[in-house]
């Protein structure tokens, strides 16, 4: 089954199932607008799969996409894998057969189906992609990263240096000794 929208879900025939009866969407190229930080390397792709239960809903997401963003050793480009999980309760805002709007104060924090008893998942799933920002992206798992010396990155092509060039705001403690015999404990 496919969505009216990339990701807005109608859900008030499920509402009005049983318990148990469920729903199954895929999601296929979708993007989603990020933070001004990241940048989508691959459209989203995955399964939504969303359960009746006695009080709402169940979402059960499996997606997956890539980020584009820079490799924190070799500061060069780098595309992060992400494998995206969302399995959250939904609760309907309004009550299916009165129309009156139900008590959000009881739980604050709990996703919310729309007055019109859709499922908008454009929100949960860009906090999905910003939360499985990696804190330090890798171009790839053995980067070697930059050359502390000349900023190169250090790979095949990258020359080892003659010798260790020293700053000269340091070069005074190259002199300095440590005296293993001396009772400093």
Known sequence: MTAANNLTYPLA???ADPP???RAFLLAGVTVPLDDEL???EPIDGSLR????????IIHLRARTALDGSCARCLGPAVTQLR????EEALPSLDLSSGQPLDRDDEPDVVR??????????????????LAEPIAPLCRPDCP?????CGERLDSAHAPHDGAAVDPRL?????????ASSDNE
């Open 20 to 22: 148990g009866t469920d």
């Open 39 to 41: 940048k989508l390397a």
């Open 171 to 179: 070069a005074s403690l190259a002199a300095f000794r440590v005296d």
């Open 113 to 130: 189906l729309n007055d019109h008893h859709e499922l908008e998942l454009e929100p949960l799933l860009r906090e999905a992609v910003e």
């Open 13 to 15: 025939g499920l509402l």
């Open 50 to 57: 969303v359960v009746r239960t006695n009080r709402g809903l």
């Open 145 to 149: 990263g930059l050359c502390v010396d």
């Open 84 to 87: 995206i999980a969302i399995d």
